[in-house]
């Protein structure tokens, strides 16, 4: 059974960073389009940051370009690396997965596009 887990959320104080993990079981990451989507109360789910299965194609939301860092650690591990982070960068972080290439932002960072998605992670950002 194919498996995402998020893992190393927290609280952080505005202008601190935070790396999410995201660890796949049951299958390689290879041939995967990885996404990182959060959610905050009351908001609809919005894709923050995508790497896309298709010549290492990178995508980024508006607002968290330059702050935020998506890699493939390895086959079976993805992260995101948040820096100068602020309250409203607050959700829960779900990760997510698609046998697919995309080569645009709106596919890449669209929830519909994907099969698979972790439980979530919390990131809290406040003084």
């Known amino acids: 059974q194919l498996q995402l887990v998020e893992s190393g959320g927290g609280s952080v104080q505005p202008g601190g960073s935070l790396r999410i993990f995201c660890a796949a079981s049951?299958?390689?990451?290879?041939?995967?389009?990885i996404g990182w989507f959060r959610q905050a109360p009351g908001k609809e789910r919005e894709g923050v940051a995508c790497?896309?299965?298709?010549?290492?194609?990178i995508t980024y939301l508006e607002t968290v370009k330059g702050r935020f860092t998506i890699s493939r650690d390895n086959a079976s591990m993805v992260s995101l690396l948040m820096d100068n982070l602020n309250p409203e960068d607050s959700g829960v972080y779900y990760c997510?997965?698609?046998?697919?290439?995309?080569?645009?932002?709106?596919?890449?960072?669209?929830?519909?596009?994907?099969?698979?998605w972790g439980q979530g992670t919390q990131v809290t950002v406040s003084s």
């Open positions: 997510a997965a698609v046998r697919a290439g995309f080569y645009t932002g709106t596919r890449c960072l669209g929830a519909s596009e994907y099969d698979y």
């Open positions: 049951g299958f390689s990451l290879e041939h995967y389009t």
């Open positions: 790497a896309s299965s298709i010549e290492n194609f």
